[in-house]
């Protein structure tokens, strides 16, 4: 049975004062059962907030990973600096590291190399943007950065890794793709990979959809087959919106 995650990206947002608060409000809610809840802080609340959510199932990501474990790197973290906090799961491939800081697929598949060999699990995010959804090739690009990404590892690879369809022109905009949208590119993704590994891989990979989920569509999107829940961004920022989401199963 796939796992059914909530994750909430939190981009560069909240200091430390505000992930405190923040933090309290979470603990406040009761966890739905059978969800894996999972927030994604910066790099300088990842440590607070592990320490501080010890006493519940919510799970914290790192939102970047470096591309060695040591060495001339400035500015990066390193695998087994963010396994030394406590922290086992990364966003790899989200469209503004892949937009502002011109991350290609030949960078991407590094990160999730260093990542899958350091046993990190990874939320690896893929999606296309407006211009090749009008023209009608959104197929062909998701499809083309899974083959130049993940279809280069391993079927064991593959367990520890986690997708997320994020459509670049639903990130931020208020536009969302519908429901049936996302079904369609879901169960698209899943058969690419059930054709390049095998279905029993494919019906395993939990696949999440991310752009503009909201507590008032995430029934809907969430009732689609192959939907297993959400990478989310500006909802994940208030708790009780947060929360509804991940009730809405």
């Known amino acids: 049975m ?3 995650i909530v994750a909430g990206n939190w981009k560069m947002n909240k200091d430390f004062k505000e992930t405190e608060k923040m933090l309290a409000h979470l603990k406040s809610y009761s966890e739905p059962p059978d969800i894996k809840i999972m927030i994604a802080p910066s790099f300088t609340q990842l440590y607070q907030s592990v320490q501080s959510l010890k006493s519940t199932n919510i799970s914290v990501v790192a ?3 470096g591309i060695a474990q040591s060495g001339a790197y400035t500015g990066e973290v390193s695998p087994k600096m963010l396994q030394g906090i406590g922290v086992n799961t990364v966003i790899i491939g989200h469209s503004e590291r892949r937009n502002i800081f011109q991350e290609d697929d030949a960078f991407l598949t590094k990160k999730i190399k260093i990542a899958i060999e350091s046993n990190i699990r990874v939320i690896f995010c893929l999606g ?3 211009e090749d959804r009008i023209s009608n090739n959104h197929f062909e690009i998701v499809a083309e950065q899974l083959k130049r990404t993940l279809f280069n590892f391993s079927k064991e690879s593959m367990k520890n ?3 997320a369809y994020e459509p670049i022109w639903a990130i931020g905009t208020g536009e969302t793709a519908t429901a049936a949208q996302a079904q369609e590119m879901h169960f698209y993704i899943r058969n690419l990979i ?3 590994f095998n279905s029993k891989l494919a019906n395993n990979v939990s696949i999440l959809y991310g752009g503009s989920v909201k507590p008032n569509n995430a029934k809907e999107i969430f009732s689609e087959s192959d939907v297993d829940g959400g990478l989310i961004g500006g909802a994940s920022l208030n708790a009780e919106d947060f929360m509804k989401i ?3 199963f």
Do not use: M
């Open 63 to 65: 939102q970047n990973i």
């Open 161 to 163: 890794i986690i997708l």
């Open 194 to 196: 059930s054709s390049r």
């Open 2 to 4: 796939r796992d059914k």
């Open 128 to 130: 296309e943007k407006l």
């Open 246 to 248: 991940a009730n809405s």
